[in-house]
């Protein structure tokens, strides 16, 4: 028999995806910053929205899923996630 997946388990999911996708990034940053130039980090849009989402709801879950703090969690998140890349750009 088949479980009914609920939103709960379909977050979850989402969640595991994401992680490791940004453990995937954070190991080709790793590799790039072992080399001797220094290397532009350019990402897809897409892969930049889902690890600020993902992050935002890392914050959530820290706070122990007090809701009412989604704008802030996006804005750290955001700032956390763009931050060193606008420097590096700079």
Do not use: W
């Not at 028999?1 to 190991?27: G, H, I, W, Y």
């Not at 790793?30 to 897409?46: C, G, K, M, V």
């Not at 820290?62 to 809701?67: M, N």
Request: glycine share 4%; aromatic share 4%.
């Amino acid at each position: 028999m088949s479980e009914k997946r609920t939103k709960a388990d379909k977050l979850q999911r989402n969640v595991e995806r994401f992680a490791r996708r940004d453990a995937a990034c954070r190991e080709r940053s790793e590799i790039a910053d072992q080399r001797s130039e220094p290397a532009r980090t350019i990402l897809d849009p897409a892969e930049l929205e889902e690890q600020i989402r993902l992050r935002a709801y890392e914050l959530y879950e820290a706070r122990g899923r007090e809701d009412g703090h989604d704008r802030e969690d996006r804005l750290q998140a955001e700032g956390e996630i763009l931050g060193p890349q606008r420097k590096a750009a700079a």
